[in-house]
């Protein structure tokens, strides 16, 4: 049926060139273009870098780890070995003990705090003695599964099917269940391996080449030093002068050297002095090249047993480790040569001409590493430790004579890949020494404060950056991550810029194998450099033919190259994401089919037409067209950042010219998923959208179909949300409107009252009696069970009750008979909810004649200023197989003064004032507004988009529609005006209002009409704060810090300052010593020391002592000195 | 109507509003019970079941007009429920949610006939003062029911609890005294809540009589408020295609056009002043938009409990007895 189709296209071109009148013709805009985009939602998804990238570990590069670590020998026994035949990741399921396995669900996991995993199994070949054995679904570990990646339970599902398993349909998946928490492994930005960049470190011209394969990876440096050109390595003490690198490569003759760099007099003038060098060192041949090398080698701390010359060793070097990437194949260096040979010449380039100069900030020499590719780092890392134990092992039993012969399969424990994955998804630390690697934060706990938050977490991108660095170039936004990374979305602060999100459209290549397209290529005209001399390289009318940063060749014909491989991949003969660019600067064709580059899809122009039709998007809405059948038939395609750059892109139909190649699909995609939520965003202040990106996620609201079902440590959820009046496209798509996180509130811009100056509000009680702002906060409280190794354990007790009275003790109240709270209960302060205790004693086993093991009350109580009430009380296993108490606590909050609220403008205030609603100003329809809002939030801030959101909403309550405010897009403020007009209201939105309080009308025409408004998270209740007396910390007795510990609010040195210069001495000395730690100390007046009950224990005599106030943390001070041979002295003087 | 010349008028400029100049408001004047009687009216224009009661009220100043609207908002009482009592409740929505929905139900029940509860009355309530209600739904699956039936009303019975669900606890004499038509939700299809098999809930409701200043529940309206009446003044004559434009600017009705396409104003008080005319710069200078300062159209949407005027007339009460109290205050001292 593709076949088909493909044909339909090409005929469906009917426009003839040399046809002026077609020419002049505008080209129609096409309708409904837009569908196109839930069409690639549908097939891609916003996590589908994520999933796919997993999938392709667990599917394909598992086994490839496997396969290239497949033989484990020992030393000991040459018939020994351990051979790996396959390898599998299961279906998830859940160790229940006594090894019985039980399917599991996401669900079930984050309730019980276990781990969502599947057992990866081997098939192995061994010897036994001399028995080959074979053994088949070996577990070696478990592997955390993402959320519907292809081995979990909810792939495929329906939405039913999903909600039978406790899942929410809309949830995107693409985490990690660890424990219980939801991590997401964030996807790390990088720059782009095996590339050469060139640039100017300190003033120093050097091309650098990061090399990485699966055994290696390293740097490689070119720099320029006084004239003369060197290699620099890690490895290397020592800058290697150039000509020797060539001659250890084998190219030993300095015209053949001459011959790599280019033969023109320019060059050689410039390569001379580095030709002297190697010379004046006497390096004629590669064996002493190769020597010269030797010598300058770092030293290895540890030695390996074989050893080997110097020589033989940098020969090794240049094998393995530099340019690593560069194949070598027996020991022919020549594709080695031709490549450093391109670093000189980059580098004599970039000294002639400073525009040559690469950037690091571009995004075509960026990679982005993503969930699957960390990950199979780290097995590969564990898989590696593993199989080196086991040579350990087998190096250690074989010799020993046993009765039962060396059995590996008794020796292979699953337990430490499994606690390896874990740990490190759960920590998000990821350590492996094998390429020095250490970083953390790498995951990071899904935030599920919102719908939003959460789905904006999966398109979080992460730079290496360090944070602390002050530099501009990494944070700005660069021109080239247009359409890819959201422009908006970025935190403030620190981390400005080096946290980006994805754009709506963006894709992550995963890798493809690149043979098949070097096959392609050299098919289409591609000369297999091996086969020609130096002098054609340096043809200035060739172009070097790259493919993923290696050289694979040259061609004359680049125009026609370029074409056909293109053309090629239009037609699916090779994959969809691999590009294919020129650089002319640098007459190179580049070819790429790895991982982590950042694409998106275009519709493909040709001749000046867009290949799509009206006819193809019908039978996309018609549903008997699919996003992948465009691909297929060819009319769209996927341009990554490079490829993006050598094309020409329309942004719309209008300004498509003869040489357009490329129609964007819809404007509104280069927006991610949290500005998209903001209406009209292209009328607003750049910034306000940003903060908008950052407020979203705090907004409360629904978290998803299953937050009735899930415990969460903490969850806020809105009573009644409402979706907002004023949609965009990015809002469907990402189905907000499905999962809403606000309220759409009447808005009056207006001042009243002094009460909502600085961005305060006002808010009408009857609106929030009515249920405006309501919102739910849920936290949790758990215990576990346990039994301890001596036959003790943990034990739950009843309610105690008073002797006297025989009623149940207020700390007991809500305790239900089993010890555990009732559901239902309302709890206060202090309340316990699980009384549990603890054996005294769990180390060591207990005397055999004492029955009574003596228990201490380790209760779970509530803590907290208001109280809660329990929504649900949960009793399971967890993964150790100890009790699982959790405890679901609720409360119903009411919007206050001080509670935060924000529209989707980045326009936050708290609340100011709750007035009551007949003091509320009201319009001649009897309206009077939830909220008023003061007009001065508005020159300033420039938020024209809010405006329009008012406008737009008011217009579609009154029509009994929503309306578009769509970036880019979205309903025209003259056809808003228009509606507001046929409905009798003022086309600009301003209404006449009566003063709610004296009853007479207001003199401005007051612009109102609905807002949507976001709860923030930020309520007074968890701020609140005061002290008058309490806690003391131990050590110096001053009053605790912070809120958490009923702490005091600190006089600082400022405030310090502030009475000091008044002169409220006697305010100082109370606020200081008398409310904070007065200690009465004796001092010794004759030598000055600290006494002790009268008694100076140096003078021995009680003689002249005296008792005086001091703070406590000084007399600790002068302790600690004390203790440190330090002696302070008190001179007490008379006062 | 009256001579427009008395009429003291706010004119709507497009962008301000801005008094007359000869008007100076109630600066200066001084309060006179005779001319204030003689200047009072009040006509009743329109009561109906749909649209409420709309009548005006002439020739006052705006705190008095001002003082009805407040108090019907907040201060004439109505009887909603105060408390819920959960035996049970095993369905999806939260405890907190589902009282404060019942509280929201609005009660016909007449608080004209019921006593405000006192500090020491009891947790019960008497009979004077309280009602009580219940509402026991259960929500179990149709043995009927067809496999391949989807419909939940088909599937499940009680899946909706309704408003209609609430039943009456007389108390004490209640029963003879009220019929369970006069006291109970006055709309039977509320949605409360929804439930699935196995759900239920059990609920004693205590209802008693309040003002809306305390919460929104009690408050007898659904709105009440008022308007100035609109004042619309053609200052030169306008014909042909400007007629019909002119009228378009206004609400329907308002703008006649006569036999020789001359535009007229036919009737303003329905006019929603939405100030569109001032579009058009060639139309603005055409018109003068008025308000009639003292000429108070006022509407009252009820809930349902009472009619909305006997509401006005409560919050009339309401006022006299607070004037009554402010006097004696003043006496006493």
């Known amino acids: 049926m593709v076949e088909v189709k493909k044909d339909d296209a090409g005929v469906d071109n009917t426009w003839e060139p040399g046809d002026s009148k077609e020419w002049a013709k505008p080209i129609k805009p096409l309708q409904e273009k837009w569908k196109l985009v839930p069409a690639f939602l549908q097939v891609k998804g916003l996590v589908k870098q994520h999933i796919d990238s997993f999938n392709h570990f667990i599917n394909v590069d598992i086994k490839k780890i496997v396969r290239a670590n497949e033989i484990v020998t020992s030393g000991a026994d040459p018939l020994f070995y351990l051979k790996y035949l396959d390898v599998r990741v299961g279906k998830p399921d859940i160790d229940d003990g006594f090894n019985i396995t039980k399917a599991t669900t996401p669900h079930e996991c984050r309730l019980r705090d276990t781990t969502y995993s599947a057992p990866i199994s081997v098939d192995i070949e061994y010897t036994r003695g001399t028995q080959r054995i074979k053994r088949n679904n070996l577990l070696i570990g478990r592997m955390p599964l993402m959320l519907r990646c292809s081995n979990c339970v909810l792939t495929g599902k329906s939405e039913f099917e999903l909600s039978k398993l406790n899942e929410c349909p809309l949830d995107p998946g693409g985490y990690f269940v660890v424990r219980g928490q939801e991590k997401v492994i964030l996807i790390q930005e990088q720059l782009s391996w095996n590339k050469m960049l060139t640039e100017d470190f300190n003033g120093v011209v050097q091309c650098q080449v990061t090399s990485s394969t699966h055994e290696k990876k390293s740097r490689t440096l070119v720099l320029s030093k006084h004239g003369k050109y060197y290699l620099k390595h890690n490895s290397m003490t020592d800058d290697i002068p150039i000509v020797v690198i060539f001659k250890a490569l084998g190219v030993v003759s300095d015209q053949e050297i001459m011959a790599h760099i280019g033969l023109d007099a320019r060059s050689q003038n410039r390569f001379g002095a580095s030709l002297l060098e190697a010379f004046n060192l006497k390096v004629f041949t590669q064996q002493r090249a190769l020597d010269y090398m030797g010598s300058k080698l770092v030293v290895k701390r540890f030695q390996s047993a074989t050893t080997k010359s110097p020589s033989e060793e940098a020969r090794e070097l240049l094998l393995t480790t530099i340019l690593a990437h560069v194949p070598v194949d027996n020991f022919n260096f020549q594709m080695k040569a031709i490549y450093v040979s391109l670093m000189v010449r980059r580098v004599m380039a970039a000294e002639l001409d400073k525009t040559l100069f690469d950037d690091r900030d571009y995004y075509g020499n960026k990679r982005l590493e993503l969930a699957g590719s960390l990950i199979s780092l780290m097995f590969e890392d564990l898989f590696k430790r593993m199989n080196w134990e086991l040579k350990m092992i087998a190096d250690k039993n074989i010799p020993k004579v046993k009765a039962a012969q060396f059995d590996v399969v008794k020796h292979m424990r699953a337990a430490q890949i499994t606690v390896g994955l874990e740990s490190a998804i759960s920590s998000g630390n990821w350590t492996i020494k094998r390429f020095k690697m250490e970083r953390a934060g790498v995951t990071q706990v899904l935030s599920r404060l919102s719908y939003i938050s959460a789905l904006g977490m999966m398109t979080r991108v992460n730079s290496q950056f360090e944070k602390t660095r002050k530099v501009s170039g990494p944070r700005s936004l660069q021109p080239s991550q247009w359409g890819m990374l959201c422009p908006s979305d970025t935190p403030e602060g620190e981390a400005c810029g080096l946290v980006k999100n994805l754009a709506l459209m963006t894709h992550i290549t995963t890798e493809v194998d690149e043979r098949p397209v070097m096959t392609l290529a050299y098919n289409a005209g591609v000369e297999d450099i091996r086969e020609v001399s130096g002098n054609p390289i340096n043809n200035p009318h060739v172009f070097l033919v790259f493919i993923n940063g290696n050289v694979l060749g040259l061609t004359i014909n680049q125009r026609h190259l370029v074409h056909n491989l293109r053309y090629m991949r239009r037609k699916g003969r090779m994959g969809s994401f691999v590009s294919i660019h020129t650089s002319y600067t640098q007459r190179c064709i580049f070819i790429h089919t790895d991982g982590g580059r950042l694409c998106r899809p275009y519709i493909i122009v040709e001749k000046s037409r867009p290949l799509v039709l009206q006819r193809h998007l019908d039978e996309l809405l018609r549903g008997v067209r699919k996003f992948d059948d465009f691909l297929h038939d060819g009319l769209i395609e996927y341009l990554d950042v490079n490829e993006e750059n050598d094309s020409f892109i329309a942004w719309n139909e209008e300004y498509i010219e003869p040489h357009t190649t490329h129609l964007e699909i819809e404007p509104f995609t280069l927006l991610g998923v949290c500005a998209g939520l903001v209406p009209y965003p292209h009328h607003n202040q750049s910034p306000r959208n940003t903060y908008q990106c950052a407020m979203g996620k705090q907004a409360m609201g629904m978290i998803g179909y299953n937050q009735k079902n899930r415990i969460d440590s903490l969850m806020y959820n809105l009573v009644y949300p409402q979706a907002p009046m004023v949609k965009s496209r990015t809002i469907e798509l990402t189905n907000f409107d499905k999962l809403p996180a606000g309220q759409n509130a009447t808005v009056a811009v207006m001042s009243y009252s002094g009460y909502d100056i600085e961005d305060a509000l006002i808010l009408n009680k009857a609106s929030i009696d009515r249920g405006y702002g309501r919102c739910l906060v849920y936290k949790n409280s758990k215990c576990t069970v346990k039994r301890y190794a001596n036959q003790t354990f943990d034990r739950i007790m009843g309610p105690v009750k008073d002797a006297l009275t025989n009623k149940v003790i207020f700390k007991h109240d809500v305790l239900d008979t089993d010890g555990i709270v009732a559901p239902g209960e309302q709890v206060q302060n202090k309340q316990i909810m699980i009384n549990k205790e603890m054996p005294a004693v769990t180390s060591i086993n207990p005397l055999e004649g004492q029955s009574q093991v003596p228990y201490t009350a380790v209760p779970i109580s509530y803590k907290g200023p208001e109280p809660s009430y329990i929504e649900r009380v949960m009793v399971s296993a967890n993964a150790e197989e100890d009790f699982l108490i959790k405890i679901l606590l609720r409360q119903t909050r009411i919007p206050e003064i001080g509670d935060k609220f924000s529209s989707r403008h980045g326009q936050k205030g708290v609340t100011g004032l709750i007035v009551d609603q007949e003091d509320m100003p009201f319009n001649d329809f009897g309206i009077c507004p939830d909220m008023i809002m003061n007009p001065h939030g508005f020159p300033s801030r420039m938020t024209v988009g809010k405006t329009l959101e008012l406008l737009g909403g008011k217009a579609g309550v009154l029509e009994g529609k929503f309306h578009y405010g769509t970036a880019f897009g979205g309903s025209k403020a003259v056809d808003v005006q228009a509606e507001l007009v046929r409905h009798g209201f003022n086309y600009m939105g301003k209404d006449f209002f009566y003063s709610g309080i004296t009853g007479g009308p207001l003199e401005a025409y007051i612009y109102s009409g609905p807002v949507y408004y976001q709860k923030l998270k930020h309520m007074v209740q968890d701020k609140m704060h005061a002290r008058a007396r309490g806690p003391k910390a131990v050590l110096t007795r001053q009053p605790t810090q912070g809120r958490s510990r009923e702490g005091g609010l600190r006089l600082g040195e400022m405030e310090r300052d502030c009475l000091i210069s008044y002169g409220a001495s006697m305010l100082i000395m109370e606020r200081l010593m008398i409310s904070s730690d007065a200690f009465e100390v004796d001092v010794c007046r004759t030598c000055g020391r600290l006494a002790y009950c009268s008694w100076c224990h140096f003078c021995q005599s009680s003689a002249h002592v005296s008792k005086i106030s001091m703070p406590y943390a000084c007399k600790l001070l002068f302790q600690e000195l004390t203790s440190m041979n330090v002696v302070p002295k008190l001179i007490l003087e008379n006062y | ?333």
Request: aromatic share 10%; charged share 30%.
């Open chain 2, 1 to 333: 109507m009256t001579d427009n010349k008395k009429q003291p008028l706010l004119y709507m400029e497009e962008y301000r509003t801005k008094q007359d100049p000869q008007d100076y408001g109630l600066a200066d004047e001084v309060f006179n019970m005779d001319v204030f009687k003689s200047k009072l009216q009040v006509v009743i224009v329109r009561n109906d079941e749909e649209h409420g009661l709309e009548f005006d009220l002439i020739g006052v100043y705006p705190a008095i007009a001002n003082a009805f609207r407040r108090l019907m908002l907040s201060e004439v009482p109505s009887m909603a429920i105060e408390k819920v009592y959960i035996y049970n409740n095993t369905s999806i929505i939260q405890d907190e949610v589902l009282a404060h929905r019942m509280g929201l139900l609005p009660l016909r029940a007449d608080p004209r006939l019921f006593a405000y509860r006192t500090e020491e009355s009891t947790e019960q309530g008497t009979e004077q003062d309280t009602l009580e209600y219940e509402l026991k739904v259960k929500c179990t699956r149709r043995k009927d029911a067809n496999k391949d039936q989807s419909n939940f009303d088909d599937i499940y019975k009680n899946h909706k609890v309704y408003s209609g669900h609430l039943k009456w606890l007389p108390k004490g004499k209640q029963a003879q005294i009220y019929s369970e038509n006069s006291v109970n939700c006055i709309h039977e299809d509320i949605l409360i809540a929804q439930l699935r098999p196995g759900h239920e809930l059990d609920l004693r409701l205590i209802a008693v009589k309040g003002i809306g200043k305390d919460h929104a529940k009690f408050s007898p309206v659904a709105t009440a408020y008022y308007r100035l009446l609109p004042q619309i003044n053609l200052t030169r004559d306008v014909t042909g295609k400007d007629a019909y434009l002119l009228q378009s600017c206004f609400s329907p009705g308002v703008i006649g056009i006569d036999e020789n396409e001359c535009a007229y104003v036919k009737d303003a008080r329905y006019d929603s002043c939405s100030r569109n005319v001032y579009r058009y710069p060639h139309l603005a200078d055409a018109v003068t938009m008025a308000r009639v300062r003292d000429h108070y159209i006022f509407n009252v949407e009820s809930v349902g409990a009472l009619k909305p005027e006997v509401i006005f007339l409560e919050a009339v009460r309401v006022l006299k007895k607070k004037c009554r109290s402010f006097i004696d205050e003043i006496e006493s001292e």
